[in-house]
């Protein structure tokens, strides 16, 4: 917060988006890290670091903004750089009637840890918490998924990998997928489904739902299956995990061949919705500049 501080010192009006370049320069960021999006991927972390720091400063009495995406220092603002700390926190910011009813958050205790849970909270904005919460959540919920997974039985696995696939768009209708995934263990191949609704490629699978890791034998086994059947395309999907060895003998081939171990499976029935349901919907919202526009 202090570098955006900083950044309009000198009294006059200045646009957020020189305020951004100042404190990415004051921190010395390389390009990558300027490019680096928040877990949701709708903005870089720092225009949401910087965006939050303008508005806490404000709510602190520290900025003005005199028209939309402007920000003036004001004299407390001034009074701040001269005599406050070279780290502004939302501790420090706390002292300012203002800004305290406007956060919330206050630790209750006054340990050693919650002090340092409060310090951890300092370094991180409202978005950054939500979209970690909301990661923490997804991690809790895959683990959940695949350990119903490993209790399934093998038609159930089956069914779900048809599911999976389906779900991510392969294959035509639900009853061509299940007729196209007989899973009958024929020379290595449990299965095929449409790459695509017209059946313009075929995605050849192996599933194994195994508790204990895949070696690069079955791997070399299924790039045989694969070959002697004239394919191009294969997923081989187990519930466990994959050995160094297996994932290097998939690389490097003239077919595609993809591994899925047991948290990718579970990541990606996540993703699109195959076994869960939704709990609870957060409506984040901002303001919509067009409607205030009086231009």
Do not use: C
Not at 48 to 53: D, I, P, Y
Not at 178 to 197: C, F, V, Y
Not at 200 to 229: C, M, S
């Amino acid at each position: 917060m202090r570098p955006v501080l900083e950044s309009v010192r000198h009294g006059q009006p200045l646009a957020l988006g020189d305020v951004r370049q100042h404190v990415a320069n004051a921190f010395q960021l390389t390009e990558e890290e300027r490019k680096q999006r928040l877990p949701s991927g709708r903005q870089t972390v720092i225009n949401n670091r910087v965006g939050w720091a303008r508005t806490y400063l404000n709510k602190a009495g520290l900025l003005h903004i005199p028209q939309r995406g402007m920000v003036e220092i004001t004299d407390r603002g001034q009074a701040a750089l001269a005599n406050g700390p070279d780290r502004i926190t939302v501790r420090w910011l706390k002292q300012f009637p203002e800004f305290e009813r406007f956060h919330s958050h206050t630790p209750k205790d006054k340990t050693d840890d919650s002090q340092d849970m409060a310090d951890d909270l300092d370094q991180t904005t409202p978005d950054e918490r939500l979209a970690e919460a909301h990661q923490s959540l997804m991690e809790a919920l895959a683990d959940e998924i695949l350990t119903q997974v490993r209790q399934s039985s093998p038609q159930f696995f089956e069914q779900l990998v048809v599911d999976l696939m389906l779900a991510m768009g392969y294959g035509g209708s639900r009853k061509e997928a299940g007729q196209a995934t007989q899973l009958t263990n024929d020379d290595g191949i449990d299965g095929t489904i449409k790459e695509d609704k017209l059946g313009l490629d075929v995605i050849y699978l192996q599933a194994k739902r195994w508790a204990n890791t895949v070696h690069r034998p079955e791997i070399d086994k299924f790039i045989g299956a694969l070959t002697r059947q004239g394919a191009r395309k294969g997923v081989f999907i187990t519930t466990s995990d994959f050995s160094p060895g297996a994932r290097e003998a998939a690389n490097g081939l003239s077919m595609k061949v993809v591994l899925l171990d047991g948290r990718e499976l579970a990541q990606l029935m996540v993703e699109n919705n195959l076994g869960v349901s939704i709990k609870q919907v957060y409506e984040v919202k901002q303001i919509d500049s067009d409607y205030f526009s009086e231009e």
